[in-house]
């Protein structure tokens, strides 16, 4: 469903625009675009004086799997780093994760309960892991859930099309950077 409405009190949620993922990550859409698109949009929710928070990911979930970190296994120390662009502001609120979603292990659920969001819009690196993992969690808290397809990528064509034209749709609603804003702008 496209986008639609936003809730009075929707919050951002950027997922993983971090200095380890955004520079040396092999995207299907260049990093910088979505750095762009989810610049504009922190900006934008700012403006409206709207939740901001910035995740990103600093290890990962216990378990085997079968795509160990490349061959040494460390990362440089700003890694984790939140990349400028975004332009964190002391208001934001900032997730380090250690799990695909942004909610498991974290505080983002408390604090957008004890700030009255109801909605979250998404954008971040990557589509089908971060950013939907989140979506999926945020759904099954019982937000409403809102996508901007142009401010995320992925790693793989694929992956990024099953995410954005059939997960996404059960959901919530999708819709570009620019039509998020405008639906902020309109209900000034």
């Known amino acids: ?12 949620i950027v997922v993983d625009l971090q200095k380890g993922i955004v520079g040396s ?8 675009e979505i750095v762009q698109r989810a610049s504009l949009l922190a900006a934008a929710f700012r403006h409206h004086g709207l939740p901001v928070v910035l995740v990103n990911v600093a290890g990962g979930a216990p378990g085997r799997n079968e795509q160990p970190l490349p061959v040494g296994g460390a990362r440089p120390a700003d890694w ?7 332009g964190r502001q002391p208001q934001d609120h900032a997730v380090t994760k250690k799990t695909w979603g ?4 974290t505080d983002l659920a408390d604090y957008l309960k004890k700030n009255g969001v109801t909605q979250v819009v998404l954008a971040g690196i990557a ?12 759904h099954e808290l019982g937000l409403n859930v809102t996508l901007s397809i142009d401010a995320m990528t ?22 570009t ?12």
Not at 1 to 12: F, I, Q
Not at 102 to 105: H, K, M, P, S
Not at 164 to 172: A, M
């Open 80 to 86: 984790a780093d939140l990349v400028p662009e975004l």
């Open 127 to 138: 589509t089908s892991i971060g950013v939907e993992s989140t979506a999926r969690q945020a």
């Open 177 to 188: 950077s620019a039509e998020i804003i405008a639906l902020l702008d309109k209900r000034a």
């Open 102 to 105: 942004a909610f498991t292990n």
């Open 25 to 32: 990550a092999p995207t299907i859409h260049p990093a910088a």
């Open 1 to 12: 469903m496209p986008v639609t409405a936003l809730d009075p009190k929707t919050a951002l």
């Open 154 to 175: 992925d790693l793989n064509a694929e992956t990024h099309a099953i995410s954005t034209t059939r997960v996404f749709p059960r959901l919530g609603e999708t819709g």
